[in-house]
């Protein structure tokens, strides 16, 4: 059987360790908040060049209010520049294509096994 001095001392231990556990916690999530309120401070700043007053704004152009000439004006050449980006895209994938099969065969040295 323990004695009473000996169920004190074990229980003022567990509290020690609780308040040094709960200590440690505490700091660790403080020095996260700090770590959060620098990286708020950091956002803030970088947005705070987005805040532009709303004459600078462009309008939005509605299509409903447009001419339907001028949005398939539009439509075309979109799709035009799409068509033309594709063209392009494929003259250089045919461009290093050529580049990387036209090997001259008399100029390459072929092991001697080979002939």
């Given at each position: ?50 805040d ?5 704004l ?5 299509a409903i ?12 050449a979109?799709k ?6 594709k ?21 390459m ?7």
């Open positions: 059987m323990i004695a009473w001095w000996g169920w004190l001392l074990i229980w003022v231990g567990l509290v020690l360790i609780l308040i040094v556990m709960l200590g440690v916690i505490a700091w660790v999530l403080f020095r996260k908040a700090m770590v959060l309120m620098k990286d708020l401070s950091d956002v803030v700043d970088k947005t705070s060049m987005l532009v007053e709303s004459e600078k462009s309008k939005p152009q509605i209010l447009t001419d339907m000439a001028e949005i398939r004006d539009r439509h075309e979109q035009r520049h799409r068509a033309d980006l063209l392009a895209r494929h003259e250089r994938r045919i461009t290093r294509a050529k580049s990387i099969t036209t090997r001259d065969a008399s100029a040295q072929w092991p001697k096994e080979w002939s």
